[in-house]
């Protein structure tokens, strides 16, 4: 069975530090890239990072540059996002996603369509 499971979400306070995984299943990440969204109550999903399948091309929502850090480890068949200065407005549930990319990218594109979705972590940023 083909899973994506998302964890590490978390209550903390705003200026606080969460680093999410997202561990694959039934597959190898190796040729995926990934990508991490987030949905908000009320509000639509949004891209918040993406990355190539080798690692070596990145790609931030404006929202989250210079405070998340998208990284991964194929040999541990995971991807992390780090997530730091965390704002009351980051709060949602984020989910991973894969795409399949067999040959590396110059850019990873969040608007792609992704074959596999994680349930979701939920993150609540409050005080």
């Known amino acids: 069975q083909l899973q994506l499971v998302e964890s590490g979400g978390d209550l903390v306070q705003p200026g606080g530090s969460l680093r999410l995984s997202c561990a694959a299943s039934?597959?190898?990440?190796?040729?995926?890239?990934i990508g991490w969204f987030r949905q908000a109550p009320g509000k639509e999903r949004e891209g918040v990072s993406c990355?190539?399948?080798?690692?070596?091309?990145?790609n931030y929502a404006d929202s989250v540059k210079g405070r998340f850090t998208i990284s991964r480890d194929n040999a541990k068949n995971t991807v992390y996002l780090r997530m730091n200065s965390l704002k009351p407005e980051d709060t949602a549930i984020y989910y991973c996603a894969a795409a399949l990319e067999l040959t590396d990218q110059p850019i990873c594109h969040m608007d792609r369509p992704f074959a596999y979705w994680g349930q979701g972590t939920q993150v609540a940023v409050s005080s």
């Open positions: 039934g597959f190898r990440l190796d040729y995926y890239a």
């Open positions: 990355i190539s399948s080798s690692g070596g091309s990145t």
